[in-house]
C-alpha cells in the first residue's frame, strides 16, 4: 500500500503509504519493495514506519468548523451542490478535508506566504521559489502514474548521489498541461525537503530531474473523502474553482492544472486539494 499525494496538485504523502496499487495490506507492501530491489534493511524501516502510520491515524481536526478545515468560506451558491460519489468505496459523503496546518506539521511543505486576496470558494496562496524532484508520467501506459512514483520512491530513498534518505514523509503532486479539456501532458513532482533546498542531491535515474519553480500565486478548492477515482467529481471542482474566481474577476492560466491527495485509512481525515494558476 502507498499513500499519494500531491500540492493542492494532487497532494501529501507519507513515503511508505503514497499510493494506492492494487492493495492496502502490510504483505502486499512488503512484496512491492521486494519486487523492486529494496535491501532487507530497507523494507524493514519502510514496513515500520507503514504500521507508524496506520496506527497514527486520528481524527485531528474532524470537529474543526467547515471553513477552518477548507482554509476559506464557501461561496452560498456552492453550498448546495451535492457532494455525489462514484468511487469504489464508501467514503462517499461530504467530509470535512483534513486542515492544510495538521497536514504540514506532519509533512515538508512548500512554504507560503499571505495573499492579500480574501473570497469565498477558494484559497489563494503565495508560493515562492522552490526545488522539486519531478518526473514524467506515461499516460498511455497502465502503470504510467505508479511507474511515475516509484522513480521517484527511489530517488527519495537513497537513489542520489549522496546516497540520502531525504525524508520519511514528503509533500507530492501531480501536475497537468491542458490541451482545451484535455491533458496533454503529466509529471509528479515532490517538494525537496528544507534540508536539501540549498543543495539538492543529483537523481540516479535520468528521468528524474531537479527543477527549480518559480515564484507562483495559486488559487485551490479542498475536499474530504477518497476521490482519488471519482474523476467526474474532481472535474466538477475544477469548474466550481474556476466560477470561484470568476466572481473575482480572476482568469487562471487556463493550461496549467495541479492536484493534491493526502489519504489516509478510513474515511474521514482525507485532504484533497485542486489547483489553478494565476496568469
Known sequence: MLKLVALAVCGLLTVALSFDFGGTDE??????LREKGYPEDDIQQFLEEHREARAGVAADG???????????????????????????NVCNHCFRPRPRSILCDEYDC?????NDLVACGFEARNVPSGKWAV????????????????RL????????D?????????????????????????KMAFYIPSAFQTSPPTPNNDAVTV??????????????????DDHDFINRQFKVLEAALAKEGITPKPDLRMT???IVPGCTMQRNEVTLFAQ
Open 27 to 32: 504483505a502486499e507492501y512488503e512484496s512491492l
Open 153 to 160: 520512491f527511489r530517488y527519495i530513498n537513497k537513489g542520489n
Open 135 to 150: 518526473t514524467a508520467v506515461d499516460r498511455f501506459s497502465k502503470n504510467g502514474y505508479s511507474d511515475a512514483y516509484w
Open 211 to 228: 527543477e527549480t519553480w518559480e515564484d507562483a500565486t495559486t488559487y485551490s478548492r479542498a475536499f474530504g473523502s477518497d476521490r482519488r
Open 260 to 262: 493534491f491527495v493526502d
Open 110 to 114: 512548500p512554504p507560503t506566504s499571505e
Open 162 to 186: 549522496q546516497s540520502a534518505r531525504l525524508a520519511a514523509s514528503v509533500y507530492m503532486v501531480k501536475v497537468m498541461t491542458m490541451e482545451g479539456n484535455s491533458v496533454k501532458s503529466a
Open 62 to 88: 474532524d470537529s474543526v468548523p467547515w471553513h477552518v478545515a477548507r482554509g476559506y468560506r464557501e461561496c452560498e451558491d456552492f453550498r448546495r451542490r451535492r457532494c455525489g460519489h462514484s468511487g469504489r
